[in-house]
């Protein structure tokens, strides 16, 4: 079978070679299209793959119909929101990611956002510690664990709320389980986002529930920047001059938060998975899925069933 590993942002070499070596040892063909610039080169590429391994790569209609041989896509990390997964289904094509592969990288870079907030940005001005304070957790999956266990090392006091997990999982695990994203938003002196982008959660993040949150309050998103209605948190944020927001994802408004000084503060592109590890294990993990898929029908990881 030929894989084809589509990255216009390359994996690490290391992590290359982790794929090559997985996918021939299974008898697998690994061919690399690296940082390409037009769409008809991933048309091209595409056309006699029997799988595809990306990253953010946009896997849209157009690149389905081109891959007339492919049976599996893999999202080498936990977001999927770059491929038309319903597409996909039609056309019989499996779309699978590798979940909790960059999950510490997201949690740590959490906490990298969060000294730098408390500390007021290394300003040079007092800042806050973040042991005592009260943090909230909104989703409880494999990056939502990394964070609660990593806020425990700085003495903070940890709440989590997630619809689809039950309570008995949340406080098995030491966190304190809200009943609502309301109820996780007034309990808290910070909030950290960890929800996918879907129909019901875009925008959902919006004025009357990040004005929830209590005085000092900091807003954390390393999810998706889907779920932040923007205009309304701009509204709030000019209303309370004690928010802060701390992203990875640059919003649109970007210039607009930008007047927020002092209180708002951006990377220049999504960087939660942006390790070696992290690049590592999720591109091994991609191949090693491909291969059980390939050898034993293994859909385990399938995101459009």
């Given at each position: 079978?030929?894989?084809?590993?589509?990255t216009e942002?390359?994996?690490?070499?290391v992590a290359?070679?982790?794929?090559?070596?997985?996918a021939?040892?299974a008898g697998?063909?690994?061919?690399?299209?690296?940082?390409y610039?037009?769409?008809?080169q991933l048309?091209?590429a595409?056309?006699?793959?029997?799988?595809?391994i990306v990253r953010s790569?946009k896997?849209?209609?157009?690149?389905l119909?081109?891959?007339?041989?492919?049976?599996?896509?893999?999202?080498?990390?936990a977001?999927?929101?770059s491929?038309?997964?319903a597409?996909a289904k039609?056309k019989?094509?499996v779309?699978?990611?590798?979940?909790?592969?960059?999950?510490?990288?997201?949690?740590?870079?959490?906490?990298?956002?969060?000294v730098?907030?408390?500390?007021n940005?290394?300003?040079?001005?007092?800042?806050?510690?973040?042991?005592?304070k009260?943090?909230?957790i909104?989703?409880?999956?494999?990056v939502g664990?990394?964070?609660?266990?990593i806020?425990?090392?700085f003495?903070m006091e940890?709440?989590?709320f997630?619809?689809y997990?039950p309570?008995e999982?949340i406080?098995?695990?030491?966190?304190?389980a809200?009943?609502?994203?309301?109820?996780?938003?007034?309990a808290?002196?910070?909030?950290?986002?960890h929800?996918?982008?879907t129909?019901?959660?875009?925008e959902?993040i919006?004025?009357?529930?990040?004005?929830?949150l209590?005085k000092g309050?900091?807003?954390?998103?390393?999810?998706r920047k889907?779920?932040?209605?923007e205009a309304?948190?701009?509204?709030?944020?000019?209303?309370?001059?004690?928010?802060k927001?701390?992203t990875?994802?640059?919003?649109?408004?970007?210039a607009?938060?930008?007047?927020?000084?002092g209180?708002y503060f951006?990377t220049p592109?999504?960087?939660?998975?942006?390790?070696?590890?992290?690049?590592i294990?999720?591109g091994?993990a991609?191949?090693?899925?491909?291969?059980?898929?390939f050898k034993?029908?293994?859909t385990?990881y399938?995101v459009?069933k």
């Amino acid at each position: 079978m030929k894989i084809l590993v589509a990255t216009e942002k390359p994996f690490a070499a290391v992590a290359v070679e982790g794929i090559k070596k997985e996918a021939q040892a299974a008898g697998h063909e690994v061919v690399l299209l690296e940082k390409y610039t037009e769409k008809q080169q991933l048309l091209d590429a595409v056309a006699d793959a029997d799988a595809m391994i990306v990253r953010s790569d946009k896997v849209t209609p157009e690149v389905l119909d081109a891959g007339k041989n492919l049976k599996i896509v893999v999202r080498a990390g936990a977001g999927y929101d770059s491929i038309d997964t319903a597409y996909a289904k039609e056309k019989g094509v499996v779309v699978e990611n590798t979940p909790g592969q960059n999950s510490n990288a997201v949690a740590e870079l959490v906490f990298g956002l969060l000294v730098y907030a408390v500390r007021n940005f290394y300003n040079g001005k007092s800042g806050t510690e973040l042991m005592g304070k009260k943090l909230g957790i909104l989703a409880f999956g494999n990056v939502g664990r990394n964070v609660a266990r990593i806020a425990k090392g700085f003495g903070m006091e940890i709440y989590a709320f997630d619809e689809y997990c039950p309570k008995e999982a949340i406080e098995s695990a030491g966190v304190h389980a809200v009943d609502s994203r309301d109820d996780l938003f007034k309990a808290c002196d910070i909030v950290s986002l960890h929800i996918p982008a879907t129909p019901e959660t875009k925008e959902s993040i919006n004025y009357s529930v990040v004005n929830l949150l209590k005085k000092g309050g900091i807003l954390v998103n390393t999810a998706r920047k889907e779920v932040i209605n923007e205009a309304e948190l701009i509204k709030l944020m000019g209303e309370r001059e004690d928010l802060k927001f701390v992203t990875d994802i640059l919003p649109d408004a970007d210039a607009e938060f930008k007047k927020f000084d002092g209180r708002y503060f951006s990377t220049p592109k999504k960087m939660g998975a942006q390790t070696a590890e992290a690049n590592i294990n999720a591109g091994i993990a991609a191949a090693k899925q491909i291969s059980s898929f390939f050898k034993d029908g293994d859909t385990k990881y399938q995101v459009n069933k």
